[in-house]
């Protein structure tokens, strides 16, 4: 009979974890961008990184890290961004967002992190990146790819991706805690499986 019981609330230990997992992940989460740029040619061009909102929207931040490519020469950021490589690059929606430019080396992948801060409300702002060089965009005419953001949506809809080509992926990031709760549970399930009925 204790053994019973305690099988049980091993159980239900199991489904409380899963239960926490999946909260977490409706959660806002970390996304890493991929940039391929194998295919868009060598020699030098420049990564454009835009965080814009219109006026009255939600206040907003997006912060780019673990910025990985061949970078080359000085950033230029203009409007309301600060910081940069190798720390956070941090955008704000204030006064219409901002704009940051950094001259790289093509044929490799380039990677970085984005994540976003926002309340409730019913206007958002949008993150986008490009490719271009001196004279035109680089693999699609505009922006590789963009990310909305939807302050007054579900919390499951309050991000909408748009990589628009085949050059850019971008994936969620598990947060630590995530991975944590994830781990745990399945710590919990081996102990249930191996424990005598």
Do not use: K
Request: charge should be negative; include cysteine; charged fraction near 10%.
């Amino acid at each position: 009979m204790m053994q019973s019981i305690t099988h049980r609330a091993a159980r239900l230990l199991a489904a409380t974890w899963m239960c926490l997992c999946a909260g977490a992940a409706v959660a806002v989460p970390v996304h890493h961008v991929d940039i391929d740029t194998s295919a868009l040619g060598t020699g030098t061009a420049y990564l454009g990184m835009s965080f814009l909102s219109v006026g009255g929207a939600t206040p907003a931040s997006a912060s780019v890290t673990n910025l990985a490519a061949d970078l080359l020469g000085v950033p230029v950021g203009t409007g309301s961004v600060a910081g940069g490589p190798p720390g956070a690059l941090t955008f704000t929606s204030e006064a219409g967002g901002g704009d940051w430019f950094q001259a790289i080396q093509l044929g490799g992948h380039v990677g970085f992190d984005v994540s976003f801060l926002f309340g409730d409300g019913t206007d958002g702002s949008t993150f986008s990146w490009s490719l271009f060089d001196d004279t035109h965009y680089l693999g699609v005419d505009g922006d590789l790819g963009s990310i909305a953001l939807h302050p007054d949506a579900a919390p499951d809809g309050r991000l909408t991706i748009t990589p628009d080509n085949a050059f850019t992926a971008v994936r969620a990031v598990p947060e630590p805690s995530t991975l944590l709760l994830v781990a745990l549970t399945g710590c919990v399930l081996a102990a249930v499986r191996r424990r005598p009925a």
